[in-house]
């Protein structure tokens, strides 16, 4: 029993991981429907993991499970991405808030100051995809300074829809020249040890991050791809 438990684990987490990645590339595209047994036989698998993995998904706002009809991959909505940022922008500020307010030394900030750099690299290489992974990574380093784990678990919770919705818009967002320099200054005012700085200017950051992108998902219709 407890082989078969731990082999119904495994296929669960591959379902899971599978299926994410599915649906953030697009292969699984926004609005569609799929019966738990066709999933099942694309990865070559029971119906009973891929239950399972949808129900997690599903937490996460990637999908909906139906009676009786499958599972439907979610759109991105421009009206959950602004109660997503809304949330974002409060958690994030008080993390840079209280990472500010910790001390941390150079060696422990080395993380974000490299993604910083990652994130410079990548905009004069013009390379969207690098920028967006050393974005995302900075955003992470950001919530696990602020040293709430309530916090970094909200936060994860909502990070597959932030994921899709910036996939979608990454390419015809402007050149992300203006949030490096936010970021920099973050990150001075959190190694500085001023939190106000930290927190506010975050705050700023966030607010114009969520005008821009529910704009272009407006503009471009994209809330229903």
Not at 10 to 19: E, Y
Not at 77 to 106: F, H, K, N, V, W
Not at 183 to 188: D, E, S, Y
Request: hydrophobic share 40%.
């Amino acid at each position: 029993m407890k082989d078969q438990d731990a082999k119904t684990l495994s296929n669960t987490q591959r379902a899971v991981r599978d299926l994410r990645q599915m649906i953030l590339s697009g292969e699984l595209a926004a609005g569609t429907d799929h019966l738990e047994s066709e999933l099942a036989e694309t990865l070559g698998m029971s119906r009973t993991p891929i239950r399972e993995a949808a129900l997690m998904l599903e937490s996460k706002g990637l999908l909906e499970m139906r009676p009786r009809k499958g599972v439907r991959i979610l759109p991105v909505s421009s009206d959950d991405m602004r109660e997503i940022y809304d949330i974002l922008t409060e958690l994030e500020s008080l993390a840079a808030q209280r990472a500010a307010e910790a001390g941390y030394s150079e060696d422990e900030l080395a993380v974000l100051a490299g993604s910083i750099a990652k994130m410079d690299q990548a905009i004069e290489a013009e390379d969207l995809e690098a920028w967006a992974e050393a974005d995302e990574l900075f955003h992470q380093e950001l919530v696990r300074l602020g040293g709430n784990k309530r916090v970094e678990a909200i936060v994860a919770m909502m990070s597959d829809q932030v994921r899709r919705a910036r996939a979608t818009t990454l390419f015809i967002r402007p050149l992300p020249v203006k949030s490096n320099e936010d970021h920099r200054v973050v990150f001075q005012a959190i190694s500085e040890s001023r939190p106000d700085v930290a927190r506010e200017r975050h705050r700023e950051h966030r607010l114009q991050a969520q005008a821009m992108l529910c704009g272009i998902l407006e503009k471009h219709r994209l809330t229903s791809l």
